[in-house]
């Protein structure tokens, strides 16, 4: 368990290194994100020597981001379901197999653009599979109240290697082929695994069975679809993605056809790209505290179409290599935002889905992108493209207007661990279900409409967090009193719903409380439903029942 600490430390853009594991993964990323950069410079060079048409070389990105669209929820109902530490070492080491057969391929001279599009997908597999189970384990690493901080510094990190790795991976390219490249990606992911193989977390005890996939899949998605603020930030983060991808996948067209430039043109564009976003990563912190959600992804789109528009006038490397200094800030401003708003607004139980989610929309738009503008530039060229997609960016920022994001708040989504389950008479298995459940409340005239807007809240917690047909009802006879009324298929996840209830969802059950006038508290009745059917099997007593 991670000790809190003093308030003064919490507010520190750099108090997670305070953290060993935490200082230790970054550390080890930092080496693994410089293999992959290299890697990818040298995939996207690669293909455009090998290609026969702009469409194939924009599809090198579209192969980086699809895997993420496709396999996101999968791996975050894993990286929810399992241990994520055990799930990252799994996805680690599959790449690094996947990144040796690479290299052994390019070497040999086997590669064609069909065969390298499916390497990056595979690679870019694991990356999906490793992602939500990396960005979960931030709160595992790290206290809540850090989390920020530690999201902006992953940011840097990963950039850190953007602004430099790119023009290494130029230069390894120019001076030894891809196949170089490509192997010092698959030596960079030896370091990551031996420090998750090390890492020995405290992980609570499970006391439940675990949720099958498709059960774990369907509670996040559930999850996201009652979570309005959520669904906010993946239309948003997907808009980005769709616009803003636009650069990075035509980049290798800007650097050989607009600037009449090389490999390592191209890894010096990428790598002030990359500059730009340490110098986003660094102020994002900041800008959090002087500006609001909306007004700080709004300038992200503005200025991400201002980078774009510069790339597609632009015949001179430097000017274009300036354009992306701005659009690398932005690109961190937008997306750690985004990771943030999801991470702060979201409790642990779930948080490898919904951010397995996010990004499933963010990369998706990404991935669609990326072959929509590759079409748009085989046909018209990146000129046009990248003009397009610019006003593009400016319709993204537009639909703030419609759907802004929400106020940064701090919520304690902690478990509430107030429920006890309680001593049953009839002998129930853990598939026992279904399971009904009523509430009875004792409400006042006057606080009628004060009960049914809170209760509206409560039914959007409940059916949330699995709950299923929940209805409200008010006695026609005693119009004081109103039942809740609800239901869980099985005993077990009866038992799963209500301790996934947090203490800011608690904050709506004491309002409830509050208004019910009855002398006693609030009173729960359980059933298991049961056909009328003849030789239906039936639960039987534990013991002796008082009628």
């Known amino acids: 368990m991670i000790d809190d600490e003093p308030e003064s430390e919490r507010v520190s853009a750099l108090a997670p290194f305070r953290h060993g594991i935490f200082r230790a993964v970054w550390a080890a990323s930092l080496v693994s994100n410089f293999g992959g950069l290299i890697q990818g410079v040298g995939a996207a060079w690669m293909m455009t ?6 469409y194939q070389v924009a599809l090198v990105q579209a192969s980086t981001t699809l895997p993420i669209m496709l396999f996101a929820l999968v791996a975050g109902a894993i990286a929810d379901s399992f241990n994520r530490r055990k799930v990252m070492l799994v996805a680690q080491t599959f790449m690094l197999v996947v990144s040796a057969l690479l290299t052994l391929f390019t070497w040999f001279g086997w590669m ?7 390497f990056t997908f595979l690679i870019d597999s694991g990356t999906a599979l490793n992602s939500p189970s990396w960005q979960a384990s931030v709160g595992d690493m790290v206290p809540r109240p850090k989390v920020p901080a530690a999201v902006a510094l ?17 230069i390894i390219v120019a001076a030894a082929g891809a196949a170089a490249a490509f192997a010092a990606n698959a030596i960079s992911y030896i370091g990551l695994i031996v420090v998750l193989f090390r890492w020995k977390p405290a992980l609570p005890e499970q006391t439940l069975p675990r949720e099958s996939l498709g059960a774990a899949m369907g509670a996040g998605l559930r999850y996201v679809a009652m979570s309005p603020n959520i669904a906010k930030v993946l239309v948003r983060g997907s808009a980005f993605g769709f616009s803003a991808g636009a650069v990075l996948a035509l ?8 600037v009449k430039g090389d490999a390592l043109t191209y890894g010096i564009m990428l790598g002030a790209f990359g500059i730009g976003a340490v110098g986003g990563a660094l102020i994002s912190v900041r800008l959090r505290q002087l500006l609001s959600s909306e007004v700080m992804v709004r300038m992200a789109f503005a200025g991400f179409a201002l980078c774009a528009l510069n790339a597609a006038v632009s015949h001179n490397a430097w000017q274009t290599s300036a354009g992306l200094l701005i659009g690398g800030a932005c690109w961190v401003i937008a997306l750690s935002h985004f990771n943030v708003t999801v991470q702060m607004s979201t409790p642990r139980w779930v948080v490898g889905r919904v951010l397995s989610i996010y990004q499933t929309a963010t990369f998706g738009g990404i991935a669609l992108g990326s072959w929509i503008w590759g079409v748009v530039a085989d046909a018209h060229g990146a000129e046009t493209a990248l003009i397009a997609a610019a006003v593009a960016m400016l319709a ?6 419609l759907l802004p994001l929400p106020r940064q708040t701090v919520l304690n989504l902690d478990p509430l661990n107030r429920f006890k389950e309680p001593m049953l008479a009839l002998d129930l298995k853990p598939r026992s279900g279904p399971i009904a459940i009523m509430i009875e409340y004792i409400i006042r005239e006057d ?3 004060e009960f049914l807007a809170t209760m509206a809240e409560r039914g959007r917690i409940r059916r949330r967090d699995g709950a299923r047909n929940w209805t409200l009802a008010r006695d026609l006879e005693n119009p004081g009193i109103w039942i809740e009324h609800y239901h869980t298929p099985t005993w077990v996840e009866y038992i799963r719903h209500n301790r996934r209830a947090t203490h800011a969802d608690a904050v709506v059950g004491e309002r409830i409380r509050a208004l019910h006038s009855g002398e006693d508290p609030p009173r729960v009745r359980r059933m298991i439903e049961r ?5 239906t099997s039936l639960v039987s007593p534990k013991g002796p029942i008082d009628h």
């Open 49 to 54: 020597t090998i290609a026969t048409s702009s």
């Open 251 to 258: 980049l290798p067209l800007v650097a050989r056809d607009v």
């Open 112 to 118: 064609t653009p069909w065969t390298l599009l499916a």
């Open 531 to 535: 056909p009328t059917t003849a030789g």
């Open 154 to 170: 992953n940011s840097l990190g990963f950039n850190i290697t953007r602004s430099v790795g790119p023009a290494i991976g130029g």
């Open 447 to 449: 606080d009628v409409p």
């Open 396 to 401: 993204g920022g537009a639909i703030g207007f």
